[in-house]
């Protein structure tokens, strides 16, 4: 007697650091229930798209992916189950499965605990195909119901880097962005069941965490008041005090909701790092009122220098966008002057997108062309790269701790890891994954750090 074929899955992530922690939890729900990676998308009998929405390009490159899928499932006999998830989800949940049928099971990002009992349902019709009686249509799961999937094993891809998340949605109205429309209002995890997960991590071999949400430093605002700790200051100071735990993390932080506590909890834990995640969208203050980002350039670069004088050397990286609607030369150019006062450490850049939904996409009138747009994003990426260079040439010379990640792709024989600021460092050494070793640097790029190990 032969035993079955595991069922195999294959996972396809798009977008942002949540939604890569979000297929963590979806291939560990997976192999827990005994099914195991497919070697390639058509060979699988699952294959689950995460997707996101926060701008345009991750969108067509899922309807591609849901195009080419079609194909697949088509030759397998409809034996295939396809499963969409994600911001996306949320964003189309009126029309995503009248316009790909061929998808069996579309769930928000609130309810991936409940995938594997949707994958069941949806397979459980024999070829696959996933029609359930009574719900032809898949399974939204989405509603407003949503619960964090922490009780998911997790399947990371790094043994000694661990994401954590810490919230969910958010209460900000910035006038660019879907997520408060497709991740709901934001609600905060218990703070002794982060606790928990962190020390179960640590327990595991786990040095570094980056504690995750869409706004999460304004953690614990909603938890109740009574007497427990609960604000993110506290947090950092909890996580920082658990044996094991090396380096913390996070991202992404509001400007807004950078209180002192905060600062002072940086300034003081030794495991918090001495980099931070600073999203500034733009330099100029009529277009950060119109993004309703809630500070102006005065007081982002307040809290910028605040944050300097309590962590001397730290290290900024930002989210900017450029060629927000109505934004003019001289506002773009506000944007390039700013980057060059806080000299950040490196930036992801992004020319605006519209999002249907949002109060932003209704400004139609003051887009700006496309062309326009491409020349300021080139423009902007020319700057942050000389600057990124100029900030990571402090380096040279010194010793930066380095935490060990595995071999570089190149040059051959050289390991690769990072810095406490959060650089890719590449040297030469001899160390296994995970160790955190001393390494001399040797010269820097806007984007890496050279080096080579030093050995006492
Ligand atoms: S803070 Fe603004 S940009 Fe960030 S997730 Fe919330 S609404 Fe979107």
């Given at each position: 007697m032969t035993t079955p074929d595991p069922q195999s899955y294959h996972v396809l992530t798009f977008g942002c650091q949540m939604n890569a922690h979000d297929s963590e939890r979806i291939t560990g729900m997976l192999e827990q229930r005994g099914m195991v990676p497919a070697a390639d998308q058509a060979d699988a009998d699952v294959v689950v798209f995460n997707t996101c929405t926060i701008r345009e390009k991750p969108d067509q490159k899922l309807y591609d992916q849901l195009q080419r899928v079609k194909g697949t499932k088509r030759r397998r006999g409809g034996n295939q189950v396809i499963a969409v998830g994600g911001c996306l989800v949320e964003a189309h949940r009126d029309n995503l499965l009248a316009e790909f049928p061929w998808v069996d099971v579309a769930f928000g990002p609130g309810r991936i605990?409940?995938?594997?009992?949707?994958?069941?349902?949806?397979?459980?019709?024999?070829?696959?195909?996933?029609h359930v009686p009574g719900e032809s249509e898949g399974f939204y799961g989405i509603a407003d119901e949503r619960s964090f999937a922490s009780e998911l094993p997790t399947r990371r891809d790094r043994p000694h880097q661990a994401w954590v998340q810490i919230s969910m949605g958010c209460n900000m109205k910035c006038s660019y962005c879907i997520v408060p429309a497709v991740r709901g209002k934001e609600v905060s995890r218990p703070f002794a069941e982060i606790v928990e997960e962190v020390e179960r991590l640590a327990a595991d071999g786990v040095r570094e965490v980056t504690l995750l949400g869409q706004n999460v430093n304004s953690y614990g605002n909603h938890l109740?008041?009574?007497?427990?700790?609960?604000?993110?200051?506290?947090l950092?100071?909890?996580?920082?005090?658990?044996?094991?735990?090396?380096?913390?993390?996070?991202?992404?932080?509001?400007?807004?909701?950078?209180?002192?506590?905060?600062?002072?909890?940086?300034?003081?834990?030794a495991a918090v790092m001495p980099q931070l995640h600073l999203p500034m969208q733009a330099g100029s203050t009529r277009v950060l009122k119109a993004m309703r980002r809630t500070y102006s350039r005065e007081r982002f670069v307040d809290l910028a220098a605040k944050i300097r004088a309590a962590i001397p050397d730290i290290s900024y990286s930002t989210d900017i966008i450029v060629g927000f609607p109505g934004e003019t030369e001289a506002e773009f150019l506000e944007t390039v002057s700013l980057c060059e006062e806080i000299r950040f450490d490196g930036a992801f850049t992004f020319i605006y997108s519209a999002r249907t939904g949002t109060e932003a996409a209704a400004m139609e009138a003051d887009f700006i062309p496309p062309a326009e747009q491409q020349r300021r994003l080139e423009h902007l990426i020319d700057v942050v790269r000389g600057i990124a260079e100029e900030r990571h040439t402090r380096h040279v010379g010194q010793v930066q701790e380095v935490l060990v990640e595995g071999?570089?792709?190149?040059?051959?024989?050289?390991?690769?890891?990072?810095?406490?600021?959060?650089?890719?460092?590449?040297f030469e050494g001899d160390a296994p994954e995970g160790a955190i070793v001393p390494v001399r640097i040797v010269h820097a790029t806007s984007e890496t750090l050279l080096g080579r190990q030093v050995t006492t």
């Open positions: 605990r409940d995938l594997g009992n949707y994958l069941e349902l949806a397979d459980g019709e024999g070829a696959g195909v996933g109740p008041r009574d007497g427990s700790p609960r604000t993110f200051a506290e950092l100071r909890a996580v920082d005090a658990i044996e094991g735990i090396d380096r913390i993390r996070y991202t992404s932080p509001h400007p807004a909701h950078m209180q002192g506590d905060v600062i002072a909890a940086m300034a003081e834990c071999a570089a792709r190149r040059p051959a024989h050289h390991l690769r890891g990072r810095s406490p600021h959060n650089v890719k460092v590449v």
